[in-house]
């Protein structure tokens, strides 16, 4: 491991708003951490947590939590954090099947997963995160009506989600095939990851999906 991850993970440990073994926040966040009662939303696979930094910069009166398992990359959008004082922000270094183990039922408005791995081979569909096992993971933890975003460059993951949400019996709200192209493109869909910045300048199409699922 390279000198420079070392610094980072070790930098992570102090860092006030990165938690990386369990802690007693599980239906508490807003009231023992964010000492707010917004509402909280998380982006999954965050990598450097641009959406989560660029979101809490644009929705004071939003709590965001990055999650990611892969510190170096998660040490850079906390430590943006810290820098621009952004007391609405935390990451936690976890793997995305513990969030359970982390929010209580209910405590989550939002969810955003932005270009995550597809994993397009067919043995490999479990470990989408837009598959079944996943999305029951994350109705445990959403609001009624709670609203999952998706952001990905992969039209079969695209394809594969609006699947998996009709087999839910989910809520398509919306599903835009070329983002860029569209007269959707907003403020908040414009943020632009490290992935999706490289994505572009290559020619990738961008699209999006939001939905949620009926209480």
């Known amino acids: ?22 802690v007693d926040l599980r239906g508490k966040w807003c009231s023992d951490y964010f ?3 917004n509402p909280i939303v998380l982006e999954l696979a965050c990598g450097r947590g ?7 910069q644009r929705f004071g009166e939003k709590n965001f939590i990055g999650i990611d398992i892969k510190g170096a990359r998660l040490w850079r959008g906390a430590k943006e ?19 359970a183990n982390w ?10 997963i932005t ?6 081979r067919e043995g490999k569909a479990r470990k989408r995160l837009t598959s079944p096992r996943f999305l029951s993971l994350y109705r445990q933890v959403l609001k009624p009506g709670g609203v999952i975003h998706l952001k990905t460059d992969e039209p079969n993951l695209f394809a594969y989600t609006q699947e998996m949400v009709a087999a839910e019996e989910g809520v398509l ?13 907003d403020d908040v869909l414009s943020i632009q990851t490290n992935y999706e910045r490289k994505h572009l300048e290559v020619g990738r199409t961008i699209r999006y999906l939001r939905f949620s699922f009926l209480p």
């Open 1 to 22: 491991m390279s000198k420079k991850k070392l610094k980072r993970f070790a930098e992570l440990t102090a860092f006030p708003n990165v938690f990386q073994s369990l």
């Open 35 to 37: 000492h707010n009662d």
């Open 50 to 56: 641009e959406y989560t930094v660029a979101l809490a």
């Open 81 to 99: 954090a810290l820098e621009f004082k952004l007391a609405n922000v935390a990451f936690l270094r976890i793997p995305i099947e513990s969030i």
């Open 103 to 112: 929010f209580a039922p209910d405590e989550i408005a939002e969810i955003w």
């Open 115 to 120: 270009f995550p791995d597809p994993f397009l």
């Open 173 to 185: 709200h919306e599903a835009i095939d070329d983002l860029y192209h569209s007269d959707k493109i």
